[in-house]
């Protein structure tokens, strides 16, 4: 069975940074987009970064030169670099992916790992 997990999420003060990692498990045959998205209170979720297989990037305009996205292909983890973090970014962050398993080729995504920024 195909899970994604999230780690690294907490409680930050704003300027400060974290580090999201999300790691695919599973009878996974091929990865192909992974990405970030989050979701703040009463609002939509709303993509925050993707990246290909090939490594090419991009970023909703709102993270723009804050955050940075990267994958290990080896390891089937995606990670996202957030600094200079701000309180419009607290949100509950959500990976996903579009991959081939052995059920077939879908979108997964992961539980959620909550980002709080406060003072």
């Known amino acids: 069975q195909v899970q994604l997990v999230e780690s690294g999420g907490g409680l930050v003060q704003p300027g400060g940074s974290l580090r999201l990692s999300c790691a695919a498990s599973?009878?996974?045959?091929?990865?192909?987009?992974m990405g970030w998205y989050r979701q703040a209170p009463g609002k939509q979720r709303e993509r925050v970064a993707t990246?290909?297989?090939?490594?090419?990037?991009n970023y909703a305009d709102s993270v723009k030169g804050r955050f940075t996205i990267s994958r290990d292909n080896a390891k089937k983890t995606v990670y996202l670099q957030m600094n200079s973090l701000k309180p419009e970014d607290t949100a509950v962050y959500y990976c996903?992916?579009?991959?081939?398993?052995?059920?077939?080729?879908?979108?997964?995504w992961g539980q959620g790992t909550q980002v709080t920024v406060s003072s």
């Open positions: 996903n992916s579009h991959l081939r398993g052995d059920m077939g080729e879908y979108v997964y």
């Open positions: 599973g009878s996974i045959f091929s990865i192909y987009g």
């Open positions: 990246i290909t297989n090939g490594g090419s990037t």
